[in-house]
């Protein structure tokens, strides 16, 4: 399925380092301590594009496909080959809809990875698949092409709520898609499904987690509508045309929903994911836990060394948004890097806060201290009432384990995080202060 492909780096890149050959790399070459990294692809097509949505995404055309596939080829080999990673441990198919993508895309982009790092046979590769989009024979090639599990975005299970939405397909079709999918792929398949809803009820939403419960695999991402300015959904509120649910409900929605899900054998492992029998996603841990990750395609991100180029330091990388400029850039350069930010340490724990407390098991003291090794997690405790005041309500638990969020911590984690962020600013900046040239 993984075949070597030659794949052409253009020459002023080429010549600015000597990548290490990745082909013929095994499993018994790979040792634990050698660099691995998560890979993103963006695939930035939709159908058309949702009431609620500001992502990154465009209308698609039918022509240009072999050229976007091309390119991402291109800017996968060329960023493999500057982070110098060994090991591949996930790969998810984000957009935009991926599966408006042919099953050829998906495999060729599969090939290409395996060709420059070791892609196990276990390796967890993920698809964002709509309903309309997903008729069982596709699914059966997406499956066939290398993809392990399937994210369904269904949203909803009522008609209405998905014309609202703008969604292109009826609630009949999700499930009927639902089904097929957990055939294909059996713990192997997410759905998505949002709440807070025009007009929803808690009565109707209930309903809803009742009846997916009954067709659901073994993992559930719940999302509350949010609204972005220049959303269709939020010139309709401005103009009065809809009411939404107020701040008290959606919180009685989102606890009615974690209740209802842990009933179910489900495990909250992360604000908005749960998972049965183990079935945790592991390229969204790879986020949550701060490790390396490569974005691929028009407005991915990533996070990772470029030790080809002789750095030593994480970078934080955007891909230039749009397609058409993109794939220019991926032509002449090898890869469409518009933006790449060195981070500092200081950098990274705040991002290991902000990431690291949207998990149940939070940020061990070990994890902490591999950039801190003088500032520790009690330290902040030490010097902030405000966190000592978490703590003691019962929203943080600092333990020899580590720090994380509490059971109902983890409704309310955008207000913890910005006493924690503040604290840790102030502690990072006195230490500095004291020991210029011993950075903590």
């Not at 209308?59 to 091309?70: H, K, L, M, Q, V």
């Not at 500032?375 to 009432?385: A, N």
């Amino acid at each position: 399925m993984f075949r070597s492909r030659a794949l052409a780096v253009p020459l002023a890149f080429a010549k600015s380092y000597n990548p290490i050959p990745r082909q013929g790399v095994h499993s018994a070459e790979i040792s634990r301590t050698e660099e691995e990294a998560a890979v993103y692809v963006h695939w930035p097509y939709c159908e058309k594009r949702c009431t609620y949505c500001n992502f990154n995404k465009y209308i698609a055309r039918s022509d240009n496909e072999s050229a976007i596939r091309a390119c991402l080829l291109q800017e996968a080999a060329t960023l493999i080959q500057l982070s110098q990673v060994r090991r591949v441990p996930s790969v998810f198919f984000g957009g935009g809809t991926p599966s408006l993508a042919s099953p050829h895309t998906i495999a060729a982009v599969l090939e290409v990875i395996s060709k420059y790092a070791y892609l196990p046979h276990n390796a967890e590769i993920t698809l964002e698949a709509n309903p309309t989009s997903s008729r069982r024979s596709k699914l059966q090639q997406f499956r066939d092409s290398g993809v392990t599990r399937l994210s369904v975005g269904l949203q909803s299970l009522d008609d209405g709520d998905l014309q609202l939405l703008g969604r292109t397909h009826t609630a009949s079709e999700a499930l009927d898609t639902l089904k097929e999918a957990c055939k294909l792929f059996p713990g192997g398949t997410s759905v998505d499904v949002m709440f807070g809803l025009p007009a929803q009820s808690l009565a109707a939403w209930r309903s809803t987690l009742e009846r997916l419960l009954d067709l659901c695999d073994d993992h559930v991402s719940l999302y509350q509508l949010t609204l972005e300015r220049g959303t269709a959904l939020f010139r309709l509120k401005e103009k009065g045309q809809l009411t939404f649910p107020d701040q008290e409900l959606t919180a009685q929605m989102y606890h009615d929903a974690r209740c209802i899900l842990q009933q179910a054998g489900f495990r909250h492992y992360e604000v908005s994911n749960f998972a049965r029998n183990g079935a945790v996603s592991t390229h969204n841990m790879a986020y949550w836990l701060g490790k390396q990750y490569i974005g691929v395609g028009p407005g991915a991100h990533g996070r990772f060394v470029p030790r080809a180029s002789g750095r030593k330091r994480r970078e934080a990388r955007i891909q230039t948004l749009e397609p058409e400029p993109w794939m220019k850039e991926v032509m002449t350069n090898g890869h469409g890097t518009r933006k790449a930010t060195e981070q500092s340490d200081f950098d990274m724990l705040s991002e290991m806060l902000i990431l690291g407390l949207r998990m149940d098991t939070g940020i061990s003291h070990e994890r902490w201290q591999t950039l801190s090794s003088t500032l520790s997690l009690q330290d902040l405790f030490d010097t902030s009432q405000d966190l000592r005041d978490l703590q003691k309500d019962g929203f943080l638990v600092l333990d020899h384990s580590g720090l994380r969020s509490s059971w109902k911590g983890l409704a309310v984690l955008d207000g913890l995080l910005l006493p924690l962020l503040s604290q840790l600013e102030d502690s990072w900046n006195w230490q500095m202060k004291e020991s210029p040239q011993q950075p903590p």
